[in-house]
């Protein structure tokens, strides 16, 4: 009987789109590889357990506080990172001695960024499962959002800039370049190149991101997102169809106060709301006030739900938005960061979607914009033609397959 060679799974696991993503990919190539994880957090490391997989909480444990940290530095709220010296060479002996004892003969992460030192220091492929939002080839062919650029002159003028700092920037933390240097590892110069996997797995396709030429370690494997096992609850498959069902999900990057003050807003509205994120407003849970048009509820089968549906109001994370493609319906996008905004703009630019800014966080422009988008023959129509596009893509196999055909008969 041939033994399993092992791969190691480490995603951020505070990341629900990292976690799930990196399940989904585990799930198709488990009959080959012997599939282990490791994360920092517990948030979300019980979705790994049901799914039969081997989840090492490593230390330095992340608490809260170094999560929203991460999550503000990741969304541009903030610049303070938590990651000290003492954390990063924490990290990348514990992470080295997971590989040590493993041997695995690939390393699949999210924005792990201590495993960018420990793989390359222990010599063991780096495979990042990763948007193409915020790459080289999205800086050089990508549709940019940029401000002030309704002039031709002014938006090309204004592109060569962008792209200019984007792709010259060598900033780097000084703990990882200094914890790199200890490992004997050389980071590449330019910071979006030392954001780079030895293999980059992107999770969308060339027909949407119209970037058609990419590096060589850069392979298109398509949509990879959460697909939970779990049925519809009854009542869901019950509701009144009296009022447009929504689906609203800002996923683990939405606080709680946000998600919240969108529901207030919804509150008010002639609609029936489907929130899956109970456990993620639980510590305002008490003090809400809703009607019974508002079903808070824990985490959802998003993809089973498209027939129930008629539109979804999301944040711009890839894996959430490409759910709403899939479902065959227009959607609202309410981007928490600049890849978020990136990927909401794709399909704004498809014609599927539409995008709010913080102004228009009020009830009369959101009301405003579910009538417009309900009542769009057209915005339906490119909908149905996203999905087209999206449905006989399985991101998930093509990734597992690209393991499969890489590592599993690697010496």
Same mark, same amino acid.
């Given at each position: #009987?041939?033994?399993?060679? %092992?791969?190691?799974?480490?995603?951020?696991? &505070?990341? !629900?789109a990292?976690?799930?993503?990196?399940?989904?990919?585990?799930?198709?190539c488990?009959?080959?590889?012997?599939?282990?994880?490791?994360?920092?957090?517990?948030?979300?490391?019980?979705?790994?357990?049901?799914?039969?997989?081997?989840?090492?909480?490593?230390?330095?444990? !992340?608490?809260?506080?170094?999560?929203?940290?991460?999550?503000?530095?990741?969304? #541009?709220? =903030?610049?303070?990172?938590?990651?000290?010296?003492?954390?990063?060479?924490?990290?990348?002996?514990?992470?080295?001695?997971?590989?040590?004892k493993?041997?695995?003969?690939?390393?699949?992460?999210?924005?792990?960024?201590? #495993? &960018?030192?420990?793989?390359?220091?222990?010599?063991? +492929?780096?495979?990042?499962?990763?948007?193409?939002?915020?790459?080289?080839?999205?800086?050089?062919?990508?549709?940019?959002?940029?401000?002030?650029?309704?002039?031709?002159?002014?938006?090309?003028?204004?592109?060569?800039?962008?792209?200019?700092?984007?792709?010259?920037?060598?900033?780097?933390?000084?703990?990882?370049?200094?914890?790199?240097?200890?490992?004997?590892?050389?980071?590449?110069?330019?910071?979006?190149?030392?954001?780079? =996997?030895?293999?980059?797995?992107?999770?969308?396709?060339?027909?949407?991101?119209?970037?058609?030429?990419?590096?060589?370690?850069?392979?298109?494997?398509?949509?990879?997102?959460?697909?939970?096992?779990?049925?519809?609850?009854?009542?869901?498959?019950? !509701? +009144?169809?009296?009022?447009?069902?929504?689906?609203?999900? #800002?996923?683990?990057? =939405?606080?709680?106060?946000?998600?919240?003050?969108?529901?207030?807003?919804?509150?008010?509205?002639?609609?029936?709301v489907?929130?899956?994120?109970?456990?993620?407003?639980?510590?305002?849970?008490?003090?809400?006030?809703?009607?019974?048009?508002?079903?808070?509820?824990?985490?959802?089968?998003?993809?089973?739900?498209?027939?129930?549906?008629?539109?979804?109001?999301?944040?711009?994370?890839?894996?959430?938005?490409?759910?709403?493609?899939?479902?065959?319906?227009?959607?609202? =996008? &309410?981007?928490?960061?600049?890849?978020?905004?990136?990927?909401?703009?794709?399909?704004v630019?498809?014609?599927?979607?539409?995008?709010?800014?913080?102004?228009?966080? %009020?009830?009369?422009?959101?009301?405003?914009?579910?009538?417009?988008?309900?009542?769009?023959?057209?915005?339906?129509?490119?909908?149905?033609?996203?999905?087209?596009?999206?449905?006989?893509?399985d991101? +998930?196999?093509?990734?597992?397959? &690209?393991l499969?055909?890489?590592?599993?008969t690697?010496?």
């Open positions: #009987m041939k033994i399993k060679r %092992t791969i190691i799974f480490a995603p951020e696991t &505070f990341n !629900l990292e976690t799930t993503r990196s399940i989904e990919v585990a799930k198709k488990s009959h080959v590889f012997n599939c282990i994880f490791i994360g920092y957090s517990n948030k979300y490391s019980y979705l790994i357990e049901e799914s039969n997989f081997t989840f090492l909480h490593l230390k330095p444990h !992340l608490n809260e506080r170094q999560i929203t940290q991460l999550m503000n530095v990741d969304q #541009m709220k =903030g610049f303070k990172h938590p990651f000290t010296y003492e954390h990063i060479q924490e990290r990348v002996k514990n992470e080295k001695k997971i590989i040590e493993y041997h695995p003969i690939a390393i699949v992460i999210g924005t792990t960024l201590s #495993m &960018f030192i420990s793989s390359r220091a222990s010599r063991i +492929p780096l495979v990042y499962i990763k948007p193409l939002a915020y790459t080289r080839p999205y800086f050089l062919q990508g549709d940019l959002l940029l401000p002030f650029s309704s002039f031709h002159i002014v938006h090309k003028i204004i592109k060569k800039a962008v792209q200019s700092i984007a792709l010259h920037i060598t900033y780097k933390p000084k703990a990882f370049s200094k914890v790199a240097k200890e490992e004997g590892v050389e980071l590449p110069k330019y910071t979006i190149d030392a954001l780079d =996997g030895d293999y980059n797995l992107i999770t969308t396709i060339s027909e949407i991101s119209e970037i058609h030429h990419v590096p060589t370690n850069y392979h298109y494997v398509g949509p990879v997102y959460a697909k939970l096992d779990a049925p519809i609850p009854s009542f869901i498959k019950k !509701l +009144p169809k009296d009022r447009p069902i929504l689906y609203f999900a #800002m996923g683990s990057s =939405g606080s709680p106060a946000m998600i919240v003050k969108i529901l207030n807003i919804l509150n008010q509205l002639p609609v029936t489907i929130c899956p994120m109970k456990r993620i407003v639980e510590s305002q849970y008490n003090n809400l006030s809703f009607n019974d048009h508002i079903i808070l509820c824990d985490f959802l089968p998003a993809h089973k739900m498209n027939d129930l549906i008629d539109l979804s109001i999301i944040h711009g994370g890839e894996g959430t938005v490409q759910t709403a493609c899939l479902s065959g319906k227009p959607f609202i =996008g &309410f981007g928490l960061q600049q890849e978020q905004r990136v990927n909401i703009n794709e399909c630019r498809f014609g599927n979607a539409v995008a709010l800014r913080k102004k228009d966080l %009020t009830k009369a422009r959101i009301s405003d914009y579910i009538k417009k988008v309900l009542a769009s023959k057209e915005m339906h129509k490119k909908a149905l033609e996203m999905q087209r596009t999206l449905m006989n893509v991101g +998930p196999k093509n990734a597992a397959q &690209f499969i055909e890489t590592f599993a690697a010496k």
